[in-house]
């Protein structure tokens, strides 16, 4: 079990960019998963961010 799931946020890693959601345990990221994933924990969206290595940007569209 995880303590907090970010949801719907647009990752970018080194090799890809994709909608999904970011699962932390103990402060730390534990999972990046698909947007359809969604194991039991906390929520919190990321909705209209970016989420890069490092911060969190919000997207201005």
């Known amino acids: 079990m995880y303590d907090l799931l970010v949801k719907n946020g647009k ?10 959601n970011i699962a932390v345990k103990n402060g730390k ?3 990046l998963m698909s947007a359809g994933e969604e194991p039991e924990a906390a929520r919190s969206s990321m909705q ?5 290595p490092g ?6 569209i």
């Open 11 to 20: 990752i970018v890693t080194a090799d890809a960019v994709f909608d999904g």
């Open 29 to 31: 990221i534990a999972a």
């Open 48 to 52: 209209r961010k970016l989420c890069v």
């Open 55 to 60: 911060r969190s940007i919000r997207m201005r």
